[in-house]
């Protein structure tokens, strides 16, 4: 939440507020003004004293629901503070985990050098490579082995344009030719089972049209959850 609508948000609450109590004060005043100015008959005097009072607890069930309301809005803007304090928090981890990424990768001519040619790493490479530009991925070889794909423009608009996230998902190669899941960020709930079926298929491009997707909807979602928080 930027700090325009937050000031919006505060002055709105403040002034339903004042504008709420200035209103219960001139109805109060000019009741007791009246019942003075009149100076009526002892009967048609209860009869206003009984209207007044009527009308006082009529106010006062309308301030009760006015105090509500005011701390439902405060609620909000507090689970909205909540949510942009961890939103902020993640993007501090994530930037420092993309620069160990960054400190523990060498070159890009360097990826896969001459020894891995022949390796399963290697295969994989030239499978994934012609749809690098097209699905928007980089993969990189860790120092230690380490499969990494990152994907790129999986939040589209859905972030200002200034903030570049990537998406990562290291694998492990086992026995040869099959792969286990070491890191996964953001997280993908079915990860473990796309893995799964990507070593009984060795399919490894359906592999990551599909982890693009559930990349893309989670930035959706997040989206979704943000601007539901914010309306309410």
């Not at 009984?50 to 609620?75: A, F, G, P, W």
């Not at 420092?96 to 022949?118: G, M, R, T």
């Amino acid at each position: 939440m930027s700090d325009v609508f937050r000031d919006e948000f505060n002055a709105d609450t403040s002034n339903i507020y004042l504008k709420t109590t200035a209103l219960i004060q001139h109805i109060l005043s000019a009741t007791h003004e009246e019942e003075q100015e009149l100076k009526l008959s002892g009967d048609r005097a209860a009869q206003l004293r009984e209207v007044n009072n009527k009308l006082r607890e009529r106010v006062t069930n309308d301030e009760k629901q006015v105090d509500c309301m005011i701390s439902r809005l405060q609620t909000v803007k507090r689970t909205i503070e909540e949510l942009r304090a961890s939103i902020e928090k993640s993007k501090s981890i994530k930037i420092a985990y993309l620069k160990q990424i960054e400190s523990e990768n060498p070159p890009e001519d360097s990826f896969f050098p001459c020894e891995f040619e022949n390796s399963t790493l290697m295969q994989v490479y030239k499978m994934i490579q012609p749809f690098e530009r097209l699905l928007g991925i980089q993969i990189q070889k860790t120092h230690s082995g380490l499969l990494q794909l990152l994907f790129h423009g999986c939040s589209g608009a859905l972030v200002s344009s200034d903030e570049v996230i990537v998406c990562c998902c290291q694998l492990r190669i086992v026995n040869t030719n099959r792969f286990e899941v070491v890191l996964c960020d953001p997280p993908v709930p079915d990860l473990e089972r796309l893995v799964n079926h990507l070593n009984w298929t060795e399919d490894i491009r359906s592999f990551i049209i599909v982890l693009r997707q559930r990349f893309c909807r989670y930035f959706e979602l997040a989206a979704a959850v943000s601007n539901k928080l914010s309306s309410e």
